[in-house]
């Protein structure tokens, strides 16, 4: 019983620490926020907090690892009813519409994610690994077409993702419903070539009209 207090007790304080080290990369910017204006948000000592997190770029490592571990719980306590087209549309969703209060930080993970050399580099990839498996999933329920790969799915998702964090300019102004709408017109242009029957399309594209 300790044991576990103790564990839950650093999951509480990690995650304290993330949530104020947010709040500061976005009031005051990543390049002015040093680890002891973290330290004094969270109400740490900065040897406490670096205990957790030796570095600002462990700060968005952290805060990456994070949003994973929130897409997959989203996927897990979906229920049992949802197939794996619907699992996909919420996770994609997920991380998008979450994003979008931190859109500045979002967007320096997944460049320093792409920049070889980074300590940022390809740790984004549990993010395609996830809806690699997704895919799979849908392709095993006769969702997608035969010939269509996994991969290739993963692709358009990844490429819908990105696009969304650098290409829309009024992506801060979008309220939740707003977010979903926006998300799901674009993944029904998006894999309309996908799905296994027509009629899977034409429902799926009628549902936005």
């Known amino acids: 019983m300790a044991g576990s207090r103790r564990e839950m007790n650093k999951l ?3 995650r304290q ?3 104020a080290s947010r709040r500061l990369f976005k009031e005051k910017g990543y390049e002015a ?4 204006d973290v330290a004094a948000k969270a109400e740490i000592s900065k040897a406490t907090l670096y205990n957790y997190f030796p570095s600002k770029e462990s700060l968005l490592a952290g805060t990456l690892e994070e949003e994973i571990d929130a897409a ?3 996927v897990e306590e979906m229920p049992k009813t949802a197939d794996a087209d619907e699992k996909i549309r919420r996770t994609l969703t997920f991380l998008i519409a979450d994003s979008i209060p931190f859109i500045g930080i979002s967007r320096r993970i997944l460049f320093l994610n792409a920049c070889d050399g980074s300590p940022m580099y390809g740790k984004a990839d549990a993010v395609k690994a996830l809806f690699l498996s997704l895919a799979e999933e ?6 997608f077409r035969a010939n269509v790969t996994a991969e290739e799915v993963v692709d358009l998702l990844i490429g819908l993702y990105l696009n969304s964090q650098f290409q829309w300019n009024d992506i801060e102004r979008l309220a939740d419903a707003q977010c979903a709408g926006r998300v799901e017109r674009m993944l029904d242009l998006a894999l309309a070539g996908c799905y296994a029957t027509e009629k899977d399309d034409k429902r799926r594209l009628e549902r936005n009209e």
Request: net charge positive; hydrophobic share 40%.
């Open 72 to 74: 997959r719980r989203l």
């Open 12 to 14: 509480k304080c990690r």
């Open 33 to 36: 926020t040093m680890i002891g």
């Open 17 to 19: 620490i993330l949530k």
């Open 138 to 143: 849908a392709k095993a329920e006769g969702i």
